[in-house]
């Protein structure tokens, strides 16, 4: 009996061409369950963190329309009315209206001066070679990593020295030397990743470095201004050191200065309603600047990595 023997494949000679029937198919990766339980809990994670930040949100907002006696009586309930005489008694009789304006025209001067200023700075280190680019830039970055504990003392009498202190210019220029080193350093990197055609046909056109700058540059940077104008407007509107220091006109107080103010009378008084209408009139301008602009925030943030 004759028996018919599969012959073993022949190695394919040089220059052979081999189909695609002929090479075995690759084993599919089974991870499909390692990457299930993983998103499982990144999304566990997050709903946790998300509960965590709210909660205390809504809570201090619901508070703020509550009676004293229903938040010491029923904390945790919805109010049976919403009592808006707390926020008018916060507003007019602790001076939230005035440390209000004295908030916004501190805040709103150091911002418009620190976006100026950083782009500036950020720019000229980003786009011109010169000698000292390198050690300017990281004077900026070691401004960052000075504790500004260390310079309240010595910053105290400079300021008193140029006759800027219980001042609001004065203090606009400290939160624009604060918020400087952190600006050109987050600019310095956005304007790496813009392209340097568009300022070079500008160039071409007879167009100056000032109206590049302002009128080809800045634009295109807009998603990264907007993005480090969300951080300072955080830090300098929740800044409470430097005004404490520097700021002990109580006609001139901030908004932190005037909360503290604030939860120290009306602890004494036992008007808590107040205090939370208080503490939300200052929470709701961070919020709903984020709000408004997160979609510019991301697409700043996220600029560079998408280059």
Do not use: C
Not at 5 to 22: C, I, N, Q
Not at 65 to 87: E, M, T, V, Y
């Amino acid at each position: 009996m004759k028996t018919t023997e599969t012959p073993a494949p022949l190695p394919a000679e040089s220059g052979a061409t081999v189909s695609k029937a002929d090479v075995p198919a690759p084993r599919p990766l089974r991870r499909k369950k390692e990457g299930g339980v993983l998103n499982v809990f990144s999304h566990g994670v997050l709903i946790i963190w998300a509960i965590m930040v709210v909660l205390p949100l809504l809570w201090a907002v619901m508070t703020s329309f509550k009676s004293d006696s229903s938040i010491f009586g029923s904390p945790w309930s919805l109010p049976d009315a919403l009592h808006f005489d707390n926020w008018s008694r916060a507003w007019t009789q602790a001076n939230m209206s005035d440390y209000f304006l004295n908030t916004v025209l501190v805040v709103g001067g150091s911002l418009i001066g620190t976006l100026v200023l950083g782009s500036m700075a950020a720019y000229v280190l980003a786009r011109f070679d010169f000698p000292g680019n390198r050690f300017i830039y990281y004077l900026f970055i070691g401004g960052m990593s000075f504790p500004i504990m260390l310079a309240l003392v010595p910053l105290f009498y400079v300021v008193n020295n140029m006759g800027l202190l219980n001042t609001i210019h004065g203090l606009i220029l400290v939160y624009i030397a604060y918020s400087l080193p952190f600006t050109v350093f987050f600019l310095t990197a956005f304007f790496r990743t813009l392209p340097t055609s568009v300022a070079e046909a500008a160039f071409v056109d007879g167009a100056s470095h000032a109206r590049t700058f302002f009128q080809i540059m800045l634009p295109m940077a807009k998603p990264g201004l907007i993005s480090v104008g969300i951080f300072n407007f955080l830090g300098q509107w929740n800044q409470y050191m430097l005004p404490t220091v520097l700021n002990t006109d109580p006609d001139k107080r901030v908004l932190t200065q005037g909360l503290v103010q604030l939860a120290v009378s009306q602890g004494y008084k036992g008007d808590w309603s107040g205090l939370f209408a208080g503490l939300v009139m200052a929470m709701l301008p961070v919020l709903g600047a984020y709000i408004v602009f997160q979609r510019q925030v991301v697409q700043g943030l996220t600029a560079g990595a998408l280059k």
